[in-house]
């Protein structure tokens, strides 16, 4: 019984010891919190900001010797090798042909592979020529007679077609745009190096298809940008030295091989630039839209003039109507605004190009002034002011265009003047980067100088010669006449730019020149024009008064 009594004294004892730890705990943190120091509110420290470095400035020593003088030196080098299997190779047996040109590319190649190891950029350079050299030898083997060793064109076609594939395939997992442009522009001209024919040409196409890959899959622009270029070149050069030189197929056959390659070639860029628009830069998209009708339009006209004169109309048409395709297409793939006006505006500039190859005279410059009315009418229509100013530049041409001697020079001029207030009327005023209050200004200012022009050169063709300056002065009327009904103070403004030149002509020229009566005429006529605007002046300010 004692034990028990020990042990429960014992547990007593625990639990007492226990509450007295807990009690001096909660003291001691209570304490801890009232003697904390109270933070300090510190005097507010401006923000260091560190010093910005100045923009490190390209060392243009440094430059070219590690950036151009690479690419020019792996060119001139795949160059040299090419000329040395073109002009010696043939003085192999045909294993050794094949044998020796793909052992100097396998050994560039893999030159390159090992510089890349502490070089990178430098060591993929001489990796492409490594491919483009093979892909010169592949090239070779059936089109270079001194080294031909393949017959069937078919089968030569599709050895290149693979080894694209090749190129194509190791420069995207490599994921190296420098491997990529490097021998596919090299494949491009070493393929000029000798005769072109139509194998040349199928073999630039391949070459363009495999860098139009790059374009659609990793959107690289500098690689098929210089392939555009290259594509176009290789086809100037062929139909350069097939033009001077007598082909063995009919006009007619030759034609229709160079405006199938050109269609061929404008098809692969314009499919390749509308998949993925939106992916692009819009400057690199503006640029590829260009590039592409400048090669396409200038070498077409150039081919069908050469042959066939009669029918460059009709060919200006169809592209034309291709770049308006193109226009819907953008649209369709909802690409940036600016690939969307391009495309209308190159259509109207082609149609304007066209006429020429119908139409002379009168009748031309009648083209030009529908055309320009009508593109300037349907850029309200689709949104596009870039469409609107080419309307007005056409419209422009078109009074260039109509001479003093053109008969039926009144009619002209008068619907030019209806043309240029009517496309001012229903112009678009939405250009990127002005306030709509300013485009809609140089918009009508451009306009209404157009209309004034064409007045001053209307009244001008009607009156004698020695009225002339009485004919600017209907003409300054006329002008007033517009501005008021359209209430437009920029035909207004030029109507006083023409009445003040009237004015200069007749105290400087007239006065002395004229005879009494037209003098007489003059004055009076100029007077009663004068005060009839400046009582209509003086109607509006008193009405808005």
Same mark, same amino acid.
Request: charged share 15%; glycine share 10%.
């Given at each position: 019984? $004692?034990?028990?009594?020990?042990?429960?004294?014992?547990?007593?004892?625990?639990?007492?010891?226990?509450?007295?730890? *807990?009690?001096?705990? @909660?003291? !001691?943190?209570?304490?801890? $919190?009232?003697?904390?120091?109270?933070?300090?509110?510190?005097?507010?420290?401006?923000?260091? #900001?560190?010093?910005? $470095?100045?923009?490190?400035?390209?060392?243009?020593?440094?430059?070219?010797?590690?950036?151009?003088?690479?690419?020019? /030196?792996?060119?001139?080098?795949?160059? /040299?090798?090419?000329?040395?299997?073109?002009?010696?190779?043939?003085?192999?047996?045909?294993? *050794?042909?094949?044998?020796?040109?793909?052992?100097?590319? *396998?050994? !560039?190649?893999?030159?390159?592979?090992?510089? %890349?190891?502490?070089?990178?950029?430098?060591?993929?350079?001489?990796?492409?020529?490594?491919?483009?050299?093979?892909?010169?030898?592949?090239?070779?083997?059936?089109?270079?007679?001194?080294?031909?060793?393949?017959?069937?064109?078919?089968?030569?076609?599709?050895?290149?077609?693979?080894?694209?594939?090749?190129?194509? @395939?190791?420069?995207?997992?490599?994921?190296?745009?420098?491997?990529?442009?490097?021998?596919?522009?090299?494949? !491009?001209?070493?393929?000029?190096?000798?005769?072109?024919?139509?194998?040349?040409?199928?073999?630039?196409?391949?070459?363009?298809?495999?860098?139009?890959?790059?374009?659609?899959?990793?959107?690289?622009?500098?690689?098929?940008?210089?392939?555009?270029?290259?594509?176009?070149? #290789?086809?100037?050069?062929?139909?350069?030295?097939?033009?001077?030189?007598?082909?063995?197929?009919?006009?007619?056959?030759?034609?229709? =091989?160079?405006?199938?390659? !050109?269609?061929?070639?404008?098809?692969?860029?314009?499919? %390749?630039?509308? &998949?993925?628009?939106?992916?692009?830069?819009?400057?690199?998209?503006?640029?590829? #839209?260009?590039?592409?009708?400048?090669?396409?339009?200038?070498?077409? %006209?150039?081919?069908?003039?050469?042959?066939?004169?009669?029918?460059?109309?009709?060919?200006?048409?169809?592209?034309?109507?291709?770049?308006? %395709?193109?226009?819907?297409?953008?649209?369709?793939?909802?690409?940036?605004?600016?690939?969307?006006?391009?495309?209308?505006?190159?259509?109207?500039?082609?149609?304007?190009?066209?006429?020429?190859?119908?139409?002379?005279?009168?009748?031309?410059?009648?083209?030009? #002034?529908?055309?320009?009315?009508?593109?300037?009418?349907?850029?309200?229509?689709?949104?596009?002011?870039?469409?609107?100013?080419?309307?007005?530049?056409?419209?422009?041409?078109?009074?260039?265009?109509?001479?003093?001697?053109?008969?039926?020079?009144?009619?002209?001029?008068?619907? =030019?003047?209806?043309?240029? &207030?009517?496309?001012?009327?229903?112009?678009?005023?939405?250009?990127?980067?002005?306030?709509?209050?300013?485009?809609?200004?140089?918009? @009508?200012?451009?306009?209404?100088?157009?209309?004034?022009?064409?007045?001053?050169?209307?009244?001008?063709?009607?009156?004698?010669?020695?009225?002339?300056?009485?004919?600017?002065?209907?003409?300054?009327?006329?002008?007033?006449? &517009?501005?008021?009904?359209?209430?437009?103070?920029?035909?207004?403004?030029?109507?006083? $730019?023409?009445?003040?030149?009237?004015?200069?002509?007749?105290?400087?020229?007239?006065? *002395?020149?004229?005879?009494?009566?037209?003098?007489? =005429?003059?004055?009076?006529?100029?007077?009663?024009?004068?005060?009839?605007?400046?009582?209509?002046?003086?109607?509006?300010?008193?009405?808005?008064?």
């Amino acid at each position: 019984m $004692a034990d028990e009594g020990d042990g429960q004294d014992l547990r007593d004892t625990v639990k007492r010891l226990e509450a007295t730890v *807990a009690a001096l705990e @909660t003291r !001691l943190a209570s304490l801890e $919190a009232r003697e904390a120091p109270r933070p300090v509110a510190s005097p507010a420290v401006a923000p260091v #900001t560190p010093p910005v $470095a100045a923009p490190e400035q390209r060392d243009l020593e440094a430059h070219v010797g590690t950036y151009w003088l690479s690419r020019l /030196g792996i060119v001139a080098l795949i160059i /040299g090798i090419a000329y040395l299997i073109t002009y010696h190779f043939g003085e192999l047996g045909v294993l *050794a042909r094949v044998g020796a040109g793909y052992l100097l590319s *396998a050994g !560039l190649g893999a030159f390159g592979l090992w510089l %890349a190891r502490r070089h990178q950029l430098f060591g993929r350079i001489v990796f492409g020529g490594g491919l483009a050299l093979a892909y010169f030898v592949t090239y070779a083997l059936h089109f270079i007679p001194a080294v031909r060793v393949i017959d069937s064109e078919v089968l030569a076609l599709v050895l290149l077609a693979g080894f694209v594939v090749a190129i194509v @395939t190791i420069a995207h997992r490599m994921q190296s745009e420098t491997v990529a442009g490097i021998a596919l522009f090299l494949g !491009l001209h070493t393929g000029m190096l000798s005769d072109i024919t139509a194998f040349t040409l199928l073999s630039t196409t391949l070459l363009a298809a495999g860098a139009l890959f790059f374009l659609v899959r990793n959107r690289w622009v500098i690689v098929p940008l210089s392939s555009l270029v290259a594509v176009y070149s #290789t086809h100037v050069v062929w139909a350069v030295r097939t033009g001077h030189m007598a082909p063995g197929a009919p006009e007619n056959d030759r034609l229709l =091989l160079s405006l199938g390659f !050109l269609a061929l070639y404008f098809l692969l860029f314009s499919v %390749a630039l509308l &998949v993925r628009p939106r992916d692009l830069p819009v400057r690199a998209s503006l640029a590829f #839209t260009l590039l592409n009708w400048v090669g396409l339009t200038s070498l077409g %006209a150039y081919e069908v003039s050469q042959e066939q004169d009669s029918h460059l109309f009709g060919f200006l048409l169809v592209v034309a109507l291709a770049h308006g %395709a193109g226009a819907v297409v953008s649209r369709l793939q909802r690409a940036p605004a600016a690939l969307t006006h391009a495309y209308l505006a190159l259509t109207a500039v082609t149609f304007a190009l066209a006429m020429p190859a119908r139409y002379d005279d009168v009748a031309l410059v009648a083209a030009w #002034t529908v055309t320009g009315l009508v593109a300037g009418l349907a850029a309200r229509g689709v949104e596009s002011p870039v469409l609107g100013g080419v309307g007005v530049l056409i419209l422009y041409v078109a009074l260039g265009a109509c001479e003093w001697e053109t008969p039926g020079r009144l009619t002209l001029l008068i619907g =030019l003047v209806v043309a240029f &207030v009517l496309v001012e009327r229903g112009g678009t005023v939405r250009v990127a980067g002005l306030p709509e209050p300013e485009a809609r200004t140089a918009f @009508t200012a451009i306009c209404a100088a157009g209309a004034g022009l064409s007045l001053v050169a209307l009244v001008g063709a009607r009156m004698p010669e020695g009225l002339v300056t009485l004919g600017w002065v209907i003409a300054a009327f006329l002008l007033f006449g &517009v501005g008021f009904a359209v209430r437009e103070r920029w035909y207004r403004l030029a109507a006083l $730019a023409v009445l003040g030149l009237a004015l200069g002509r007749l105290v400087l020229v007239d006065v *002395a020149k004229l005879p009494p009566d037209q003098r007489v =005429l003059t004055f009076i006529l100029l007077g009663v024009m004068l005060l009839l605007v400046s009582y209509t002046y003086t109607r509006l300010r008193d009405r808005r008064g």
